[in-house]
């Protein structure tokens, strides 16, 4: 009889080991899950993870007059001179000369400020339409595209698609790239940068 009682004793003792330490485990791998989820979804600390984010970040990069952060809202990928400081300095004055003499951008408050985006446009789900250039009479889309980097983030920044064309000879010679007297009182300066690209900061905070 003391033996059975001794058995049943032991018996007991082993499974609430056990329990035990299957609880622990659960509760580990858990939190490991949960770290690891927080860890890709860590917003990131330019804005990009949204359209409406990428299109502030850039326009206040350009009103600061931060080439070199403006250009990180640019997908350089494809860039042949991505390596190269003062040929991406020369892109990001393109662009923002186009987009202030041919272009035309969506209201902030139109622009999604989904992660996945404005999934109802019609797009590829990948890629958001947020304006228009026009260069030689052809009206091109201006698109952010979402891609994932090396450590697995997904970041909205303005397409090559959209930037390639900025480099194309055929439209090298457009007059929206030479040189022209001051534009009146939207080109001068106020805090280092353009009165225009402050406007239009003054306009994406109200949105």
């Given at each position: 009889?003391?033996?059975?009682?001794?058995?049943?004793?032991?018996?007991?003792?082993?499974?609430?080991?056990?329990?035990v330490s299957a609880s622990q485990i659960l509760r580990t791998s858990s939190a490991d899950t949960t770290e690891v989820k927080e860890s890709?979804?860590?917003?990131?600390?330019?804005?990009?993870?949204?359209?409406?984010?990428?299109?502030?970040?850039?326009?206040?990069?350009?009103?600061?007059?931060?080439?070199?952060?403006?250009?990180?809202?640019?997908?350089?990928?494809?860039?042949?001179?991505?390596?190269?400081?003062?040929?991406?300095?020369?892109?990001?004055?393109?662009?923002?000369?186009?987009l202030d003499r041919s272009g035309q951008v969506l209201p902030i408050n139109l622009i999604s400020s989904n992660p996945e985006g404005n999934?109802?446009d019609g797009l590829d789900p990948a890629l958001e339409e947020i304006g228009t250039i026009v260069l030689k009479g052809d009206e091109i889309?201006?698109?952010?595209?979402?891609?994932?980097?090396?450590?697995?983030?997904?970041?909205?920044?303005?397409?090559?698609?959209?930037?390639?064309?900025?480099?194309?000879?055929?439209?090298?010679?457009?007059?929206?790239?030479?040189?022209?007297?001051?534009?009146?009182?939207?080109?001068?300066?106020?805090?280092?940068?353009?009165?225009?690209?402050?406007?239009?900061?003054?306009?994406?905070?109200?949105?």
């Amino acid at each position: 009889m003391n033996r059975l009682l001794l058995l049943m004793v032991l018996l007991a003792v082993f499974l609430s080991s056990h329990s035990v330490s299957a609880s622990q485990i659960l509760r580990t791998s858990s939190a490991d899950t949960t770290e690891v989820k927080e860890s890709k979804e860590k917003p990131d600390p330019l804005g990009r993870s949204t359209p409406k984010g990428t299109v502030r970040g850039y326009f206040k990069s350009l009103a600061g007059e931060n080439q070199l952060q403006a250009a990180r809202y640019m997908d350089l990928s494809a860039f042949p001179d991505k390596d190269i400081q003062s040929e991406v300095a020369s892109l990001v004055n393109k662009l923002e000369l186009v987009l202030d003499r041919s272009g035309q951008v969506l209201p902030i408050n139109l622009i999604s400020s989904n992660p996945e985006g404005n999934l109802k446009d019609g797009l590829d789900p990948a890629l958001e339409e947020i304006g228009t250039i026009v260069l030689k009479g052809d009206e091109i889309s201006v698109l952010l595209e979402r891609i994932t980097t090396a450590d697995d983030q997904k970041l909205w920044l303005i397409s090559w698609n959209t930037l390639e064309v900025l480099t194309s000879e055929a439209y090298a010679d457009d007059e929206v790239f030479l040189e022209r007297p001051s534009d009146g009182v939207l080109s001068s300066r106020w805090n280092g940068g353009p009165v225009k690209d402050w406007i239009g900061i003054i306009l994406i905070a109200l949105g």
